[in-house]
Nanobody
Framework: QVQLVESGGGLVQAGGSLRLSCAVS????????MGWYRQALGKEREFVAR????????YYEDFARGRFVISRDNANDTLYLQMNSLKPEDTAIYYC???????????????WGQGTQVTVSS
């Protein structure tokens, strides 16, 4: 059974930084495309960033580009999200996810963590 466990959330002042981690177990981490979503109270879940299985390419939502950096450590089955210059509007629960694709490019499965709360005070 594939499990994703986020950590690293917390309370930080505006302008500060946090580094989120997502540890993956029970699966083949190196085969997964991975990323982060977030959900603020009363809002829909929104895309933050994603990274290819080999870490060669990453993609960001506009609000994250230039402030957040997604990375992965395939040797330790861990995904990261470095968040800098945090703003109060970044307050949300952050979820990591993993997507497994077939060789033909079809999505086979997706897995989600339970989320970690990030609160940015003004």
């Amino acid at each position: 059974q594939v499990q994703l466990v986020e950590s690293g959330g917390g309370l930080v002042q505006a302008g500060g930084s946090l580094r989120l981690s997502c540890a993956v177990s029970g699966g083949s981490f190196r085969r997964y495309e991975m990323g982060w979503y977030r959900q603020a109270l009363g809002k829909e879940r929104e895309f933050v960033a994603r990274i290819t299985w080999d870490g060669d390419r990453s993609y960001y939502e506009d609000f994250a580009r230039g402030r957040f950096v997604i990375s992965r450590d395939n040797a330790n089955d861990t995904l990261y999200l470095q968040m800098n210059s945090l703003k109060p509007e970044d307050t949300a629960i952050y979820y990591c996810y993993a997507e497994e694709y077939s060789p033909a490019g079809r999505l086979r499965s997706d897995y989600w963590g339970q989320g970690t709360q990030v609160t940015v005070s003004s």
